[in-house]
């Protein structure tokens, strides 16, 4: 079994600064791209970054310049900073990755974390 795990969201004012974490756990073979994606109160779903196992990197255009993703590859962790936050980045952050397991036939599959809340007050 794989689990991700995500932490960090809160409260905070507009212009501050949170960062979120998501640590994969179980019998992991090997973690291909990692991605944070949000989904605010009656929209769909969006991708908001991304990074390859190689480390590149890739932003929605609203968060460009504010939003800076990395990722631990010996924690199996991947990270979210955000600053300048806006009241339109509130939403549920969500941790997606793709990862295979110890067990074969070792395909990469997709996994979801279970969400934690950004709420930016103006």
């Known amino acids: 079994q794989v689990q991700l795990v995500e932490s960090g969201g809160g409260l905070v004012q507009a212009g501050g600064s949170l960062r979120l974490s998501c640590a994969a756990s179980?019998?992991?073979?090997?973690?291909?791209?990692m991605e944070w994606y949000r989904q605010a109160p009656g929209k769909q779903r969006e991708l908001v970054a991304s990074?390859?196992?190689?480390?590149?990197?890739n932003y929605a255009d609203s968060v460009k310049g504010r939003f800076t993703i990395s990722r631990d590859n010996t924690k199996n962790t991947v990270y979210l900073e955000m600053n300048s936050l806006k009241a339109e980045d509130t939403a549920v952050y969500y941790c997606?990755?793709?990862?295979?397991?110890?067990?074969?036939?070792?395909?990469?599959?997709?996994?979801w974390g279970q969400g934690t809340g950004v709420t930016v007050s103006s």
């Open positions: 997606h990755a793709y990862i295979a397991m110890v067990h074969y036939p070792r395909v990469f599959r997709d996994y």
């Open positions: 179980g019998s992991i073979f090997s973690i291909n791209t």
């Open positions: 990074i390859t196992s190689g480390g590149s990197t």
